[in-house]
């Protein structure tokens, strides 16, 4: 057990370094980015006329608004408007593609062991496609993360009959709902899983 969690701990050090390396020498930010940004400005003015004007779910870019709201109240923030909510949009998905690498981890040890939790976290620390977007403003790092999360709370809670962690896998998929449709999913598993558990 402590070899696996050294060997994570690493996986962690190697991710870290591997997205601060590309936040540096990353030109510019997606259209999409873009997008999420004017979708976070405007919940902070008009939330509700905004929120029906958007056709993209609204927990990515409500995140980015508080982080943006926090920056301008910290000392060490961006004095520059446009550099802050740039920095408050790449934070969020920073903090989400470190985050999805535990959430992997514990998803790769309830379905095969902590060996294979530990590479599944490794290929996830490295992997092109989620270090890319954990650098720009893209709601895909947070909403594999949640996504994740509610898989493995959802199979950990029917293992053990854990009905607390079931409806934590519940808000967890409804928060991976809020930030893109695909969320829903992990809820029409569960219910046919419940179903099926409590048929047999």
Partial sequence: MRHAAL?????????LAVRVYLVSVMPIISRDGVTFIRYAQGLQTQPRTEMRRQRQHPLYPASIAVVEAALRRASVAPTDNVRRWLVAGQS??????????????WLGCLMFGRRVGVVTAACAAVLPAISHYGVDVLSDTLHLTLYVLALAAGMSGLRRRAWGRIALAGGLAALAFLTRPEGGEVLVVLCGAIVLLRAW
Avoid: D, H, K, R
Avoid at 7 to 15: M, N
Avoid at 93 to 104: M, N, T
């Fill in 7 to 15: 060997w994570f701990a690493g996986v962690l050090l190697v991710a």
């Fill in 92 to 105: 969020v998905a920073f903090a989400a593609s470190l985050a999805v690498i535990p959430a992997l981890y």
